[in-house]
Protein backbone atom coordinates (compact mmCIF):
# COMPACT_ATOMS: atom_id res chain seq x y z
CA UNK A 1 0.00 0.00 0.00
CA UNK A 2 2.97 2.14 0.92
CA UNK A 3 4.18 2.05 -2.89
CA UNK A 4 0.86 2.59 -4.52
CA UNK A 5 0.44 5.52 -2.12
CA UNK A 6 0.87 8.23 -5.51
CA UNK A 7 -2.13 6.67 -6.83
CA UNK A 8 -3.95 6.11 -4.23
CA UNK A 9 -6.68 8.85 -4.30
CA UNK A 10 -8.73 8.87 -0.78
CA UNK A 11 -7.92 10.90 2.80
CA UNK A 12 -5.59 8.25 3.97
CA UNK A 13 -3.78 7.97 0.40
CA UNK A 14 -3.26 12.02 0.81
CA UNK A 15 -2.40 11.23 4.07
CA UNK A 16 0.56 9.24 3.61
CA UNK A 17 1.67 10.98 1.00
CA UNK A 18 2.59 13.64 3.24
CA UNK A 19 4.03 11.30 6.01
CA UNK A 20 6.41 9.58 2.79
CA UNK A 21 7.51 13.45 2.32
CA UNK A 22 9.21 13.80 5.88
CA UNK A 23 10.09 9.84 7.24
CA UNK A 24 11.64 6.95 5.37
CA UNK A 25 9.50 3.92 3.82
CA UNK A 26 9.43 1.95 6.91
CA UNK A 27 8.17 4.14 9.09
CA UNK A 28 5.45 5.26 6.94
CA UNK A 29 4.40 1.97 6.88
CA UNK A 30 4.50 1.42 10.75
CA UNK A 31 2.54 4.67 10.98
CA UNK A 32 0.15 3.40 8.23
CA UNK A 33 -0.19 0.02 10.58
CA UNK A 34 -1.34 1.56 13.74
CA UNK A 35 -4.03 4.08 11.77
CA UNK A 36 -5.34 0.60 10.29
CA UNK A 37 -5.45 -1.22 13.73
CA UNK A 38 -6.95 2.27 15.34
CA UNK A 39 -9.20 2.15 12.72
CA UNK A 40 -10.25 -1.89 13.18
CA UNK A 41 -9.81 -1.28 17.23
CA UNK A 42 -12.85 1.80 16.92
CA UNK A 43 -14.71 -0.05 14.60
CA UNK A 44 -14.44 -3.41 16.40
CA UNK A 45 -15.35 -1.63 20.33
CA UNK A 46 -18.16 0.59 19.07
CA UNK A 47 -19.91 -2.38 16.84
CA UNK A 48 -19.64 0.29 13.68
CA UNK A 49 -19.51 -0.17 10.50
CA UNK A 50 -16.80 1.70 8.77
CA UNK A 51 -17.29 3.60 5.62
CA UNK A 52 -13.78 5.59 4.39
CA UNK A 53 -15.44 9.06 3.89
CA UNK A 54 -15.55 9.31 7.76
CA UNK A 55 -19.64 8.38 7.65
CA UNK A 56 -20.12 5.66 10.89
CA UNK A 57 -23.06 3.74 11.33
CA UNK A 58 -23.78 1.60 14.19
CA UNK A 59 -24.54 -2.02 13.25
CA UNK A 60 -28.32 -3.17 13.96
CA UNK A 61 -28.04 -6.81 15.82
CA UNK A 62 -30.81 -9.76 14.29
CA UNK A 63 -32.94 -10.71 17.32
CA UNK A 64 -33.39 -14.33 16.53
Do not use: C, D, Q
Request: aromatic share 10%.
Amino acid sequence: MVYRAAGWNSAVGAWLRKILERRPVRLATVALANKMARIAWAVMTREEVYFPKGAITRVAHATA
